[in-house]
């Protein structure tokens, strides 16, 4: 369907891609509207070709914040490429936003995804705390001068719970988490009672399971962005700035962006909210 994008064939290639990548031209708005209704309309591979190929230095960009995590960069960047032919799939112009906005969500999903599968041998949870956990406890722990290594002080997982939303519990866990994976052959005790590995369940799911989650997330996601379109542009930033990013802003910057009170900015949180969920319960 899309064509033939540049690929990374191994980690010293890295900076010819990104010289690569830098020649493909970047899109109007109305070059993006025109060859994403061809290619709704007609399937039209030439333009989903060129709405995937301007938007690579994109997904270069967002994979470069991934760097820390002890993975190949050439794999990041590939399965972020897998978020943006994604997005592409779906991208929907009549609904006002530009194809880059509803990308980072993809590209972000599918990246996070990996690195969750890839970067410890025991399986981390994935609910979206603890995502929120993962992908955050590292700069706020810098952010708070707090020690790379060893437990927190209560002080320390107080202010990182109430930043991110979760409980003090899921802060301590995850941080012990990200102490480093021990070997899975290690004796449990001096007595000789087994390893690590011996008390492993498989949690996974199988492959049918996956699959019915996997079009469930789909189906989640569109309607949430499809639900921004009945919020004002204030409502719709202060609602992705809280709700959806990543790197969730708090009361105290949004109502330094926009001038308002803290209290002003938590109800026009919530009314979006709100707005939000009724819009999803009436396309249900």
Not at 57 to 66: D, E, F, Q
Not at 162 to 183: A, I, K, Q
Not at 248 to 267: D, P, W
Request: net charge negative.
């Amino acid at each position: 369907m899309y064509g033939s994008i540049p690929i990374i064939a191994s980690e010293d290639s890295l900076g010819l891609y990104l010289k690569e990548i830098k020649k493909f031209p970047l899109l109007t708005l109305e070059e993006e509207k025109n060859l994403s209704k061809s290619l709704n309309a007609d399937g039209d591979t030439d333009a989903a070709h060129r709405l995937v190929t301007s938007h690579l230095r994109l997904v270069a960009k967002i994979s470069m914040g991934y760097k820390g995590y002890g993975l190949p960069l050439s794999d990041i960047i590939a399965e972020g490429n897998i978020g943006l032919m994604q997005a592409v799939k779906r991208f929907d112009p009549d609904r006002g936003f530009r194809l880059a906005t509803y990308a980072i969500w993809w590209i972000k999903a599918a990246i996070q995804e990996y690195v969750l599968r890839s970067w410890s041998l025991v399986k981390m949870g994935t609910t979206a705390n603890q995502k929120k956990l993962f992908f955050n406890l590292r700069k706020i722990k810098n952010n708070i001068h707090a020690l790379e290594e060893g437990d927190l002080k209560p002080e320390q997982i107080a202010h990182i719970a109430e930043n991110l939303g979760v409980t003090e519990t899921d802060v301590v866990d995850m941080n012990r988490r990200l102490g480093g994976d021990s070997s899975l052959n290690t004796q449990i005790s001096d007595e000789g009672d087994g390893q690590w590995q011996d008390f492993l369940v498989d949690e996974s799911q199988n492959q049918e399971t996956s699959l019915v989650v996997s079009d469930e997330m789909d189906k989640r996601r569109k309607q949430l962005y499809d639900s921004l379109s009945c919020l004002n542009e204030r409502e719709k930033s202060i609602f992705i700035s809280r709700r959806i990013d990543e790197d969730s802003k708090t009361l105290e910057e949004l109502s330094q962006r926009f001038g308002i009170s803290r209290e002003r900015v938590r109800q026009i949180e919530s009314k979006a909210f709100e707005k939000v969920k009724s819009f999803i319960s009436r396309t249900n």
